[in-house]
């Protein structure tokens, strides 16, 4: 303790040589300790699943040209509850609905499950139960915890209550834990799906139609890679383009492409910690030759080599110890702030944050900069004489500086590496971002209206009101209405189309938007070429759409779309498909989700002439 009491004394009467070195190493710590809290909590940590690496999610894709999309009805009804590599299978789709409290509307966001949805995920409801294989096809619901705590008081008697929505009043017959919130923290409560809709669809839909979302869970001793296998052999002989299913693990389904690039910017704050490392060592290195004549008489009154690294090494882990608190303090302050400027669209971002791994990370760059910058110096000064040291500062000296005059070079060395690294990692978001560009959602307010009808016809009316009435406002400046709100996945719709003369299986899935007034200008779409929606583009004159640049190039292999025919079936339900001219080409914007690299094939409708539901 006598030691380390006077290196903090020495330490308070050169506050510069002090500051330096605490400002240098806290900020290689800091960046460092902050990146690692984001890698580890997004890609490396575990989802709060039992043996969640069992989970997968279940989509499908076509063979050649590598458009995505989920399953249809049939195979979740049909095909993947059979498959021997399952140990539970479920699935979901989205929805919302209007929950009345006191004649006041609130909005909430839905899932309809169906199969062992909970089961495959494992997690066991605070109260109650979950949605059960009796329940499919009843008016039942299990909340999510915040929809308990916020519209429903937390009261612990909400079993067996029936809430009332704007198309159903389903019975309570759980709540989940605070730590649930699967496929999305925006879902407030999840419902029975009634699987009676599905088989009385008409079989082209049932068959072909790909809109269900599906989570499974491996039987023990299956692989991935097996798995994968299976869905081939289920999926059976299939030529050209054809649809098949596909599955990846629920970690790498949900945090998607970011794990090369977190783990690239992990690898660029390693490098700035190591030229901290460098340029403390200097720092270190040169106040340790400043005081070779102070250790040179401590050497010849009888004190050991050994002591004096001692000493010479406490100042480093009095700073280094003071570097860690404060490098882990500003870290917690500053992990939001730097989630959202690294991406604003981050999986998982809410459980980034300084947690026991991410202090024993911490604890252990810390070992590392106090070997790099005490350990090393005071072994140089407890392997070589003083008084030889001395002989070399006095005398000529260049050979016995040479390694102190090394680091300042080395440190410039990783510096180019990490601005390289940084400036090529620039370049490829840069490309990435011109590649398909968000859609522009800057000073938009967006309401998402659950209308009483589910015939997209009987409503529309009324939001045309709505929209000449939003639009008298002062200060807005365009209204439309769209099928789904940009970046969220309620009222997300997807149609399988195909061009005339070809079988409804032979199809592509298309993003599907119905859209009423300004609502690509709104957006920041861009017309490539054709031409835009019309005022006269109403119910009764010839049917058209618009697609963007993916879905045209998918769907015609290059040659021009407009003045083509593509052939819609009515969404959800049995019906002959309609016929839909192309009149324009837009650009690829992505609409859905931040984060993928490329944005959805996509078709636009009048809403006139393709009511969704």
């Not at 050497?299 to 090494?313: D, V």
């Not at 024993?360 to 407890?382: D, E, K, Q, S, Y």
């Amino acid at each position: 303790m006598a030691i380390l009491f006077s290196a903090f004394q020495r330490l308070l009467r050169t506050p510069g040589y002090a500051l330096g070195l605490l400002g240098t190493l806290t900020l290689g710590l800091c960046l460092t300790i902050t990146m690692f809290a984001i890698l580890h909590a997004v890609a490396l940590a575990p989802l709060p699943y039992p043996d969640d690496d069992k989970i997968v999610v279940i989509d499908s894709q076509r063979m050649q040209s590598g458009a995505q999309g989920s399953i249809t009805p049939r195979d979740a009804l049909t095909t993947l509850p059979q498959l021997a590599g399952l140990q539970g299978f479920g699935y979901y789709t989205w929805g919302g609905a209007d929950l009345k409290v006191d004649d006041r509307p609130k909005a909430l966001t839905i899932n309809a499950v169906g199969g062992g949805f909970f089961d495959v995920l494992g997690v066991p409801p605070m109260l109650g139960r979950a949605i059960q294989a009796e329940d499919l096809g009843q008016a039942r619901a299990v909340l999510s915890h915040a929809t308990w705590m916020e519209q429903f008081g937390a009261d612990p008697d909400i079993i067996g209550k029936a809430i009332n929505l704007n198309w159903i009043s389903p019975e309570i017959v759980g709540v989940m834990p605070p730590s649930f919130d699967y496929p999305s923290p925006e879902v407030a409560m999840w419902i029975a799906a009634d699987e009676s809709q599905y088989r009385n669809m008409e079989p082209g839909v049932y068959d072909n139609a790909r809109y269900i979302n599906s989570i499974g869970r491996l039987q023990p001793g299956t692989t991935p890679e097996q798995f994968n296998a299976m869905l081939e052999n289920a999926t059976g002989a299939v030529t050209g383009d054809a649809w098949v299913l596909h599955s990846e693990r629920l970690l790498e389904h949900t945090i998607g492409a970011r794990r090369p690039l977190l783990l690239a910017l992990f690898g660029i704050s390693m490098l700035v910690l190591l030229i901290a490392c460098a340029n403390a060592a200097h720092l270190v290195m040169v106040r340790g030759l400043g005081r070779l004549p102070q250790f040179g008489i401590q050497r010849a009154l009888g004190a050991s080599q050994s002591r004096i690294a001692f000493e010479f090494l406490a100042e480093v882990l009095i700073i280094g110890t003071l570097a860690l608190v404060l490098s882990l303090t500003l870290s917690s302050m500053g992990l939001n702030y730097f989630v959202g400027l690294l991406d604003s669209g981050l999986p998982r971002s809410a459980e980034v944050t300084i947690s026991l791994p991410v202090v024993a990370f911490a604890a252990a760059g810390t070992l590392l900069v106090l070997m790099i910058c005490g350990a090393w110096p005071a072994l140089r000064l407890h392997r070589g004489a003083i008084a030889a040291s001395l002989t070399r500062r006095v005398g000529l000296g260049p050979r016995g500086l040479s390694l102190e005059r090394g680091l300042p070079i080395v440190a410039l060395g990783l510096s180019i590496a990490a601005v390289s690294t940084a400036a090529l990692l620039a370049i490829s978001a840069q490309q990435l971002a011109r590649q398909d560009n968000l859609a522009k959602v800057d000073h938009m307010l967006a309401v998402q209206v659950f209308p009483d009808s589910r015939d997209g016809a009987e409503f529309l009316p009324r939001m045309q009101r709505m929209q000449a009435a939003v639009a008298a406002i002062p200060g807005v400046e365009q209204v439309a209405f769209m099928t789904g709100a940009p970046f969220t996945p309620v009222g997300r719709t997807s149609v399988d189309v195909w061009l005339p003369g070809a079988a409804s299986n032979d199809s592509q899935t298309l993003r599907t938007r119905a859209i009423d007034g300004p609502a690509l200008q709104a957006l920041g779409v861009t017309l490539q070429r054709g031409r835009a929606f019309l005022p006269s583009d109403r119910a009764g004159s010839t049917r058209v759409a618009l697609l963007n640049d993916r879905a045209a190039r998918e769907l015609f292999n290059g040659a021009d779309a407009v003045g083509q025919q593509i052939m819609v079936p009515p969404y959800g339900q049995s019906g002959e498909p309609t016929r839909f001219v192309i009149v324009g080409i837009v650009d690829n914007l992505k609409i859905d989700q931040v984060d993928g690299d490329n944005a959805a094939a996509e078709v636009w409708l009048p809403f006139t002439q393709y009511p969704l539901p």
